[in-house]
């Protein structure tokens, strides 16, 4: 199977492409597609990003290609890591989303139908640009919602489930449990879907309330935007500091503190951000079918809030080499009901200025 990064020159589609081939992932058979854009320097960098992989990497290295016009895009597996990034802000205000949301719109678009007309119709999309919620809404539906997922749960997944791993000081492939919602602050800690193996059902219960103390996430926000405040403060003085501090705090807590911290750190997330996208890939790639959380375009698979949910929104599906089937979420306790459905109506709104004109089609 092949694979297109859009995007590839960038942090987030460098490091994809590179542990791609660097893990192997790819038989030397198959395509890696390096996809830029021929109006800014990814034109010319593109070109030394193959020249490099293969330098480095040859011996073992999949087929290696460029595009920069989006008719061009060929691949079984389609990774979308184009666009604009929020710069981190040193007094730790909120960036706006909805000024990324406007420019990114755009390259979603462009490649949506790019794809829709010259590709295959049975590519399968990963979207890790952000607003990842609107790149899922504006691809799902021009290319039909099962083969549109955004990788952001996932991410947010990997990372509960080792910052539970730490605590319990076992090993992250012991720990299973899901992040739903909204990639960001909206992210919704499943904590009644957190399994650890090994221990009985009440062993994992006590375990469990160690962990969360008698917080629910009905004071999720609000301990957010505290550490956010916190650690801006701290950072200003001392960065090392602030990472000791996230430290102390709960594993849901730490899931959204931490990549936060780590980009307004300036360093960005790229390197966790691509191992998490090439996880996705490999299992893709392989044939397998895995249950993994991922944003998706929903048609009332699952009733959240007390009604069936449409729209974009992070939840547990099973992914295959067709993309994504059914959703695996059990009836939930009343705190992460009521999350998931705020996080799905912020993804709705913050989408609605960008989506509601499109075409339909999400229902297929
Ligand atoms: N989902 C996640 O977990 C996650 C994590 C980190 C970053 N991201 C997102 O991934 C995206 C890329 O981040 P990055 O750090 O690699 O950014 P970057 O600025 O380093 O790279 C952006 C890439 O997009 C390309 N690009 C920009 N505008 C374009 C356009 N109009 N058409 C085509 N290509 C265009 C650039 O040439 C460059 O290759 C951002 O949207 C960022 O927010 C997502």
Redesign the pocket.
């Known amino acids: 199977m092949d694979v297109a990064v859009l995007?590839?020159?960038?942090?987030?589609?460098r490091q994809v492409c590179t542990q791609l081939v660097e893990r192997q992932v790819l038989p030397t058979t198959s395509r890696l597609q390096l996809v830029?854009?021929p109006d800014?320097s990814?034109a010319r960098a593109v070109h030394g990003l193959r020249a490099d992989l293969i330098d480095a990497y040859d011996e073992h290295a999949p087929v290696l290609d460029v595009a920069l016009d989006p008719a061009d895009v060929v691949a079984d597996v389609v990774v979308v890591?184009?666009?604009?990034?929020?710069a981190p802000r040193s007094d730790g205000a909120p960036p706006s989303r909805a000024g990324l949301a406007e420019q990114?719109a755009?390259?979603f678009r462009a490649y949506a139908d790019a794809l829709a007309t010259h590709g295959s119709g049975s590519e399968v999309v990963v979207v890790?640009?952000?607003p990842?919620e609107l790149g899922v809404a504006v691809m799902a539906q021009r290319l039909g919602r099962h083969r549109v997922i955004g990788?952001?749960a996932w991410?947010d997944t990997l990372r509960f489930r080792r910052e539970i791993a730490v605590q319990l000081g076992v090993r992250r492939h012991r720990v299973g449990g899901f992040v739903g919602g909204q990639?960001g602050d909206d992210a919704v800690p499943l904590w009644s879907t957190v399994r650890i193996s090994g221990l009985d059902v009440a062993e994992r219960e006590r375990a469990v309330a160690r962990l969360r103390g008698p917080r629910t996430l009905a004071t999720f926000p609000a301990e957010i935007a505290e550490a956010k405040a916190r650690l801006t403060a701290l950072a200003s003085q001392d960065m090392a500091a602030a990472f000791a501090l996230i430290d102390t705090w709960p594993p849901d807590l730490r899931v959204v503190a931490r990549p936060w911290m780590t980009h307004q750190s300036g360093a960005?997330?790229?390197a966790g951000?691509a191992s998490a996208t090439v996880d996705l890939l490999e299992t893709v790639l392989d044939g397998r079918d895995i249950v993994v959380a991922g944003q998706v375009a929903l048609a009332g698979e699952v009733t959240v809030g007390g009604a069936p949910a449409h729209g974009v929104l992070g939840v547990p599906v099973v992914l295959g080499p067709e993309g994504w089937g059914r959703v695996l979420l059990d009836p939930l306790p009343a705190d992460e009901d009521a999350r998931l459905a705020q996080a799905g109506a912020a993804i709705t709104a913050a989408a609605a200025p960008w989506t509601s004109g499109d075409r339909a089609g999400a229902a297929r």
Do not use: E, F, Q
Not at 7 to 13: E, F, L, Y
Not at 81 to 86: D, K, P, V
């Open positions: 995007g590839a020159t960038g942090d987030v589609g830029g854009r800014g990814s890591a184009a666009g604009r990034t929020i990114n755009g390259v890790v640009s952000n990842v990788m952001g991410l990639h960005k997330t790229a951000t």
